[in-house]
């Protein structure tokens, strides 16, 4: 009789790990799916991949003083929309105006940057945050300017830029409008 029963002990026992390995395929299987469906891993990817992302605003007028001349007013707004505060260097004079002119056929042909101071050298612009930059500027000739905001991407902000897949070298957040300034005689 003790050869039967040490038989139904290794057949029940070859049938529980049957049941468990089946059990752990359905239970891998259902976790996969589940995640798929409930799109956990990109939610994961992007609270891992927390890359600093910074949105610039640039709105620009022509204002006309007392005295005729005109004026160039322009508005920068900085915000951090990313999910980490963020260091912006301003040492390189990043807001700058140029003259658009155009050739026989009509395409664009931007004149030399006319770089314009900001107060401070640099800023650490928090998460969530907006700052603004004012620019006045007299303008003696007529036509259509670029108003243009560009700041470098920190050092430390590239290997995150590259990972996802952007390029290499100097990369810039930036923002820019065209102002079209009709002067005295516009009038």
């Known amino acids: 009789m003790e050869p039967r029963h040490e038989s139904f002990k ?44 910074v949105n610039v605003d640039v709105a ?16 920068v707004k900085v915000t951090n929309a990313g999910g980490r505060n963020v260091f912006l260097d301003y040492e390189s004079k990043p807001l700058s105006v140029r003259r658009i002119s155009f050739g026989q056929r009509g395409e664009s ?18 998460v969530g945050e907006t700052d603004q930059y004012p620019l006045v500027m007299m303008i003696r000739d007529p036509g259509m300017y670029l108003v ?8 430390s902000e590239i290997p995150e830029h590259e990972l996802a897949g952007g ?19 516009g009038r």
Do not use: H
């Not at 620009?60 to 508005?75: D, F, K, M, Y």
């Open 148 to 155: 243009e905001f560009k700041v470098p991407l920190p050092k």
């Open 109 to 126: 042909q931007f004149g030399g940057d006319v770089p314009q101071d900001i107060l401070w050298g640099s800023r650490v612009l928090r």
């Open 60 to 75: 620009a007028t022509e204002e006309v003083l007392a005295n005729g001349n005109s004026c160039i007013v322009a508005t």
């Open 167 to 185: 390029p290499s070298g100097m990369i810039y957040w930036q923002g820019s409008t065209v102002v079209n300034i009709r002067g005295r005689t």
């Open 10 to 53: 290794n057949f029940s026992a070859g049938i529980q790990s049957w049941i468990l390995s089946i059990a752990v395929l359905i239970g891998g299987g259902w976790t996969l799916w589940t995640f798929r469906v409930l799109q956990i891993e990109e939610r994961a990817k992007k609270e891992l991949f927390a890359q600093a992302q």
